[in-house]
Every structure is written in C-alpha cells, then in structure tokens.
C-alpha cells in the first residue's frame, strides 16, 4: 500500500511540473503580445482598438491562452492531489476548487471571442452603432467574470503555496513568494472594483503595467519556478530509488493421495528419479 501511495505522488508531482512549467510558458509569452487597451469603461475606445487587430492573430493568442489556463488548471488540481496526499487536504480542496471554477470562466470568455471579435469588426463597418451596443454587453459580463476569475486564481496560489511550503515540499521563499504577489493581485482587484463601481465602468485590473508586470507576470514566473522545482524533485527520486527484486518463489511440494500431507522432499526427487 505504501508503494501505490509514493506512486501517486510522483505521479501528482510530475503531472503538476509539466502542466505548470508549460503553463506558464505560454501565458508569459500571451501577456507580453497582448495589446494595450484604453481604460475598460471607454469602450468606444477599446472597440477601435480590436477592430484593429487581424483577425488571425487575435484568435491564434486567445487560443495559446486558453490553452495556458487549461494547463494551469490541470496544474493547481494536480498540485491539489499532491498536497492530499501529503496531508493537506484542506488548503488543497480550497486551491483545486478556485483553480477549476476560475480555469473554466477564463476558457469560456476566451473562447467566446474567437468568433465575437470577427463578427464584431464585421459588423462595425455596417452598423457602428449595433456593433458597439453589442461588444459593450459582452464586454462588460467578460470583464466581471474574469474578476472573479483572477481573485479565485489568487486563492489557489495563496492556499496551496502556502500549504506546500508548511510540507516542505516547496522551499520557503517560493511558497511566500507566491502568496506575496497573489495578496498583491487581490488588493489590486479590489482598488479596480471599488474604482469601477464609482464610475460605473467595467473591471480590468490587468490593462495597465502594474497589472501585467508586477503581479501578472511575476505569477507565470511563480508557476515555471513550483514546476521546476517538481520535475527536478521527481528526477532525484527517480535516481534514488532502489532496483526492484523479484520474489524468490518457493518450491511446491507433492501431496500424499492417502494421508493428504506434504511429501518429503527426498521422497519427491526419489519419485521424480524413478
């Protein structure tokens, strides 16, 4: 039982290193190209500003980032089982919860605007006026869910980086570190909600720099630095380990017909010679 238990570990461990490590990749890559957009509540603003973007590219980065966000969900569950396993269930039930709640609303508000932003730049040149009634409507339901989607993204990091670094299984400043920049996050959040609910404007925390160099980015660094430190771990418990033996098997003994007790070893090979 206890070898099935280390195998689900390291399995855990080294699906959470990949998941993480490329998650990260491709999300650093996405905000750094992704354009700088006017303040959320000028949509007008904002609309010229996509209408601008090719077609191709603007759907080719919101498929590089839901795919970032699918990974990083299957690296905060993964990362969850690992903590379970290791007796953290609570903060790891919190964190896998967040992670998947905010994973599948980033998918879906990404994956929505593969076919709204075509059909939105399309539909400018007609109608200026229905083209921009629209976008605002989607616009504003987008910029709320994903609100709620970075403050519970913020949770997992904050209750499983602070849950592994009290198992040890991620060195101190990396589990602090993590939490630092996601209370960073949260009161950034909060600041943009309190500022938007004064102004009746939509959210969007990450439009501006400090959003995207100071706590988004630091994140995807967050992320490449707990897979790494995964996949290295897996990798010297893969050296460490000991080559398994097989089980010497013992010899069957025959069965007396009359008495029904076991033969004699001499007897057998007596019979057996004869």
Do not use: C
């Amino acid at each position: 039982m206890a070898d099935v238990m280390e195998e689900r570990v390291r399995s855990a461990g080294l699906t959470a290193g990949i998941a993480f490590a490329l998650a990260a990749f491709t999300l650093s890559i996405s905000l750094l190209v992704f354009p700088q957009l006017p303040p959320a509540n000028e949509t007008n603003r904002v609309l010229e500003v996509l209408v601008k973007q090719g077609d191709g590219s603007w759907m080719w980065l919101h498929v590089a980032m839901a795919a970032g966000f699918v990974l990083a969900t299957v690296g905060f569950v993964a990362f969850g089982f690992l903590l379970h396993f290791r007796g953290s269930s609570g903060p790891a039930s919190v964190g896998m919860v967040s992670a998947l709640i905010s994973g599948s609303l980033w998918v879906a508000f990404l994956s929505a605007e593969f076919f709204l932003h075509p059909f939105i730049k399309n539909l400018a040149g007609v109608d200026p006026g229905l083209a921009t009634m629209l976008f605002n409507t989607f616009w504003f339901w987008k910029m709320g869910a994903l609100w709620i989607a970075g403050l519970l993204l913020f949770a997992a990091v904050i209750a499983e980086g602070m849950a592994a670094n009290a198992r040890g299984i991620l060195p101190a400043w990396l589990g602090f570190g993590g939490a630092v920049v996601a209370t960073i996050g949260i009161i950034l959040y909060a600041f943009e909600f309190l500022n938007a609910t004064t102004i009746g404007g939509a959210v969007n925390p990450m439009r501006g720099p400090v959003g995207r160099y100071i706590v988004g980015l630091p994140l995807q660094v967050w992320m490449a630095a707990v897979g790494v430190t995964l996949l290295r771990e897996h990798r010297e418990q893969a050296n460490i380990l000991p080559r398994q033996t097989r089980t010497p098997v013992p010899k069957r003994q025959g069965i007396d017909a009359r008495t029904g007790e076991p033969l004699p070893m001499e007897r057998m090979g007596g019979s057996t010679g004869q």
